[in-house]
């Protein structure tokens, strides 16, 4: 089956995160996700999905399960396996991330 999707709906997570879902199939999911404010939360969670994120712009940092933090700037990527903990926080103003998830996180569709 081939799904497209001209207009992506938009949330506003908070006044300083707006997440755009892309596109979205059972098994696939791929959201653009704005940060417009740098900060010092890496928002530490958890999900059952396998995730991979690529940096549009700007430049993050990450923690990963209790290692060392990662830094990542445009063009670089990194993949989350399940229920790892796991955060990013911004570096710059207006970075923005291009996150995949398999299967979709249904939780990110419930407000749509």
Not at 15 to 38: C, D, P, S, W, Y
Request: proline share 4%; with cysteine; charged share 25%.
């Amino acid at each position: 089956m081939h799904v497209i999707y001209k207009n992506a709906f938009i949330q506003a997570n908070n006044e300083n995160i707006t997440r755009r879902t892309l596109a979205h199939q059972g098994n696939l999911m791929m959201v653009e996700v704005i940060f417009h404010k740098a900060g010092d939360d890496y928002g530490l969670h958890s999900h059952p999905h396998e995730q991979i994120a690529y940096v549009l712009k700007g430049k993050f940092e990450f923690a990963i399960d209790g290692r060392e933090n990662v830094i990542l700037e445009v063009g670089d990527s990194i993949c989350f396996d399940p229920d790892v903990i796991h955060g990013g926080r911004p570096l710059e103003d207006n970075s923005i991330l291009l996150d995949v998830f398999t299967p979709q996180r249904e939780d990110f569709l419930q407000n749509k």
